[in-house]
């Protein structure tokens, strides 16, 4: 062995030799590493550390109505900006397994957000570089094809080589799932089995084509389990994939579908909740016709994001400590918005971000509570 190579240590019983290693430090955080698509909206983009990674399975969870597909869309879109405003330069795919795909309401978002006309080419047409890729039926083999189909626009895309496809939506994983008779040992080893190769095909989509892939997944009723030995296993689910027995929207307790396999399969889980208002229409449209629409993001678990934790508190990492906690945001005609409401801190410094302004701000009356109406200053990332 080259001397060199060899170090002395003196441990009291001789010297022992020992081979000298250069460490490297290991980060598990995307962000060292893999490009991430914006959302084009600053406070969301900082609460998720820049956006969304590729190379990695992102799941937007929740009931319906809570905003999941107006977030994806947005994505889609975005996944076409150049690189230095925090796109991917590339082209997307949409797998709709559910009803008809939302077509009229990309077409709202191009026309409402200048930041498409600004930054693209003048004849691009942003709707011919996402691909639709719909299930024939509601089932886990029709997704299964879906899926499968998909690696032929990876390898050869319909909008050519300069504009490949970088992310990849599945909008919704859980709904082929719904008629699954999983009562019986049979219909469980086979949702297991096509969860598994979902999973796995997804996977291998996010690394070896370095995409970054987001699942929409819906929830349901939660239902504690009273039973002996329940509690142990709880407190274990909760410290390896998040408190999902305390989520909370339209004022009950709910549950991510697919189980606790599927958790498993997925690197981040971004469940959007909602309170008060109806499912439909956009919330500034409602304001002064009912009760007001809040809605919140919150990290049940991720690879590379803290959890959430309204609770306790949060704990500033050098990102600040409004990341740790639930992200407020709202649904517009042009898209869905981060709302800060740190008592008027502005989280981006007061810098130009990514081409929005977020000096603009609002005041307005938010009505109930103890202490009467409250006055909340809220600031909004908005397109140039």
């Known amino acids: 062995m080259d001397p060199t190579a060899m170090a002395m240590r003196g441990d009291g019983a001789g010297d022992v030799i020992m081979p000298t290693v250069t460490r490297e430090r290991l980060s598990a955080d995307p962000s060292t590493w893999a490009p991430k698509l914006t959302t084009t909206c600053p406070v969301m983009d900082r609460w998720l550390r820049g956006g969304v990674p590729t190379r990695h399975v992102t799941e937007l969870t929740g009931e319906a109505g809570a905003a999941k597909t107006q977030l994806v869309l947005q994505l889609l879109l975005n996944a076409q900006l150049p690189r230095e405003v925090g796109g991917l330069d590339g082209a997307a795919v949409y797998v709709h397994t559910e009803g008809r795909a939302p077509l009229a309401r990309l077409r709202q978002m191009i026309s409402k957000r200048e930041i498409y006309s600004t930054h693209l080419p003048p004849d691009h047409d942003p709707l011919d570089y996402v691909y639709l890729v719909k299930t024939l039926e509601e089932d886990p083999e029709s997704l299964w094809d879906a899926l499968a189909s998909v690696a032929d626009v990876l390898t050869d895309p319909p909008g050519g080589p300069d504009r490949p496809v970088r992310l990849i939506v599945v909008d919704s994983v859980s709904s082929p799932f719904r008629e699954t008779d999983v009562s019986k040992r049979d219909g469980v080893f086979e949702r297991t089995g096509i969860l598994s190769r979902v999973a796995a095909l997804i996977g291998e989509y996010a690394h070896r084509a370095d995409v970054a892939v987001i699942v929409t997944n819906h929830v349901s009723d939660a239902v504690r389990n009273e039973g002996v030995g329940s509690s142990s296993g709880e407190n274990k689910q909760r410290r390896l ?144």
């Not at 709910?254 to 919330?283: E, K, Q």
């Not at 050098?318 to 869905?336: I, K, L, N, T, Y």
């Open 241 to 384: 994939f998040g408190p999902s027995g305390d989520l909370r929207s339209s004022g009950r307790s709910v549950a991510p579908s697919l189980g606790l396999f599927w958790a498993n399969c997925v690197n981040t889980r971004l469940f959007l909740s909602r309170t008060g208002g109806s499912a439909g229409g956009y919330d500034n449209a409602a304001r002064g016709a009912g009760p007001a629409v809040r809605r919140h993001a919150s990290v049940v678990f991720s690879s590379h994001l803290p959890s959430t934790s309204p609770v306790s508190g949060s704990v500033d990492d050098g990102w600040g400590s409004s990341s740790v906690h639930p992200c407020e945001f709202e649904v517009r005609e042009d898209g869905v918005w981060g709302v800060d409401v740190t008592g008027g801190v502005d989280v981006t410094g007061g810098v130009d971000v990514l081409g929005v302004d977020v000096r603009e701000e609002e005041e307005e009356e938010d009505g109930g509570g103890v202490g009467g109406d409250q006055t909340r200053r809220r600031r909004r990332g908005r397109s140039k």
